[in-house]
Each structure stands twice: as structure tokens, then as C-alpha cells.
Nanobody, 129 residues
Framework: VQLQASGGGLVQAGGSLRLSCAASGRTFSSYAMGWFRQAPGKEREFVAAISWSGGLTYYADSVQGRFTISRDNAKNTVYLQMNSLKPEDTAVYYC???????????????????????WGQGTQVTVSS
């Protein structure tokens, strides 16, 4: 699976952005998808994940209620709608694909970087105060 993230940019605090991640290659609908972010000097951290069907989603506490992950399997694309952005959301955002589905039993595994099989190249999000 090849992943291409896009949609990053510069936005003022309180603003919104929508990231997209287009997938090609193997069957997109057979992969759970996740978004991670990495700020300078910090480790890559989990943001959100979505199951194969889109019926189950999971968020980091820091973005719960502000970010929404969704997917369109017909378009082989996963999205991250980011609202009420804060300066601390500034980071490079990465999408990733996991061949294991997201389930209630394994939902916290979605936070683990090594659980994912494929990664996109990242897109920069900068939030000014």
C-alpha cells in the first residue's frame, strides 16, 4: 500500500484544516487507518484511528471532540478533519495503514507505531497563536 498525505498548511489558532490520505495498491478497505503526528524534538504520537468499515473510531484524549477521522473506501481515502486548532497541534502529520482491523478488544493497540504496516510521507500543519 502506498499512502500520500496532503492538506497541511498554516492556520491561525481556532481555525480548521482537513487532511487527506490517498491510498493505492492493495485493497484499501482491508486496512484500518491511523493518523499520527510528530513535533520537532518529540516522539511520534497517536492522533486517531478508524476501522476497515469506518464504524469504529478512536482518538487521543488531546484531540477528542476537536478532530474527526473518516474514510471513503470507494475513493481509497482517509480524512482527518481538524477543528479548533491550537498551537500545540503543530506537527508533521502522518497517515498509516494496519492490516489488522480496529476492534473494541484491540482498540488501544491503535496507539502503537509498530502496529502499522505502511506509512505516508507526512504533511506539515502549523498553527499560529
Amino acid at each position: 500500500v502506498q499512502l500520500q498525505a496532503s492538506g497541511g498548511g498554516l492556520v491561525q489558532a481556532g481555525g480548521s484544516l482537513r487532511l487527506s490520505c490517498a491510498a493505492s495498491g492493495r485493497t484499501f478497505s482491508s486496512y484500518a487507518m491511523g493518523w499520527f503526528r510528530q513535533a520537532p524534538g518529540k516522539e511520534r504520537e497517536f492522533v486517531a484511528a478508524i476501522s476497515w468499515s469506518g464504524g469504529l473510531t478512536y482518538y487521543a484524549d488531546s484531540v477528542q471532540g476537536r478532530f474527526t477521522i473518516s474514510r471513503d473506501n470507494a475513493k481509497n481515502t482517509v480524512y482527518l478533519q481538524m477543528n479548533s486548532l491550537k498551537p500545540e497541534d503543530t506537527a508533521v502529520y502522518y497517515c498509516a495503514a494496519d492490516s489488522e482491523d480496529l476492534t473494541w478488544a484491540t482498540i488501544t493497540y491503535a496507539e502503537i507505531v509498530v502496529e502499522y504496516d505502511y506509512w505516508g510521507q507526512g504533511t506539515q500543519v502549523t498553527v499560529s497563536s
